[in-house]
């Protein structure tokens, strides 16, 4: 695994102290020999035997390579290579330094819940460019656009009556004519107060419509992010760090801070009878529930919270294309 240099450097070249791989102005000079040497490799087309450099040029083919200058006992100068992430779906390449993880422990985990990462970004693409959901979007704008222009135009309209009614009310001392005059202003305040009514309930409609819309995709990338969170919680137990004197200890007991809640707010919960379909324990239904306010996005779990639904579903990773049976084909299956 390790490269030993052929030309030795000399004492005086060597760092008495590991530098720092963040320096601004440049890497050791001993650091960029190694990484030259590696590149020297990947010129000769090949990464490691059986991958050809090839796999690079494709859309999800970049990567890093990385060197570390070690020293032996002896006072042998080397250096270890490493490259991010997979080469090919693999994990272990020839000459290159093996993950710092479980791999079978790491693959267990995270190639199901990929799957359901994957699904869920579908399902939210899908509803972000849904047709009923731009066109209600653009129905709401129309609405504001309408309503914001005659906004304008009754306000000009009623500033123009209202310097009428103070030149006119400057020409006379009649009583009946002021009167007159003061009905005309509380004729306009009543004819904005209409308007604006007028305007909140045509709002207020559209909003219906782009409401229970709005709140299926945001639910839909919320869950994804949840699921996705979740699922680097169990990347990360994967890694098992070993020191120089033998001692293993994991990722988590390293840096033990908890991952920010996404919402203190948990969604409205209940316990469904019947086995969803696609994504596990958790799936999302939608009801009525009348009035302005015409539908509640309503997560349905076996768990009582998004984020324990999501970890369940993460971890068991029980899928379904077949579809839920009703409650009465599930009790007489358990009765026979």
């Known amino acids: 695994m390790v490269t030993w240099l052929e030309t030795q450097p000399p004492r005086d070249e060597r760092p008495r102290v590991f530098p720092s791989p963040f320096d601004d102005v440049a890497p050791h000079v001993l650091a960029q020999r190694c990484a030259e040497l590696v590149k020297a490799d990947l010129r000769t087309g090949f990464i490691a035997p059986g991958f050809p450099t ?21 006072g042998r100068v080397g250096f270890l290579r490493a490259v991010s992430g997979q080469v090919e779906r693999a994990w272990r390449l020839e000459g290159y330094a093996p993950p710092v993880f479980d791999v079978e422990q790491r ?102 419509t782009l409401f229970p819309l709005e709140r299926r995709l945001a639910a839909l990338e919320r869950l994804r992010r949840i699921v996705s969170q979740e699922t680097m919680r169990l990347i990360w137990d994967s890694y098992q760090l070993t020191n120089f004197a033998g001692q293993t200890t994991t990722l988590r007991a390293l840096f033990p801070g908890e991952i920010r809640p996404l919402a203190r707010r948990t969604a409205r919960l209940r316990s469904c009878s019947r086995p969803p379909a696609e994504q596990g324990f958790v799936h999302l239904r939608w009801r009525s529930s009348g009035g302005v306010r015409l539908r509640r996005a309503e997560a349905v779990s076996r768990a009582c919270s998004f984020r324990r639904a999501a970890r369940s579903a993460v971890r068991c990773c029980r899928f379904s294309s077949a579809g839920s049976r009703s409650r009465r084909a599930r009790r007489g299956s358990l009765a026979r």
């Open 54 to 74: 090839s796999v690079l040029t494709r859309a999800e083919g970049g990567k890093m390579f990385g060197v570390l200058v070690v020293e032996s006992a002896e």
């Open 107 to 208: 693959v267990a985990s995270e190639l199901p819940a990929e799957v359901m990462v994957k699904g869920l970004t579908a399902r939210v693409e899908l509803a972000r460019v849904e047709p009923t959901l731009l066109a209600a979007r653009a129905a709401l704008a129309q609405v504001d656009a309408r309503h914001a222009e005659k906004r304008v135009a009754l306000k000009a309209q009623h500033s123009l009556r209202k310097q009428e009614r103070r030149l006119a009310r400057e020409a006379t001392t009649d009583t009946a004519a002021l009167h007159a005059l003061d009905q005309l202003s509380r004729k306009d305040d009543h004819e904005r107060r209409s308007a604006e009514a007028a305007a909140r309930e045509e709002r207020a409609a559209a909003l219906a």
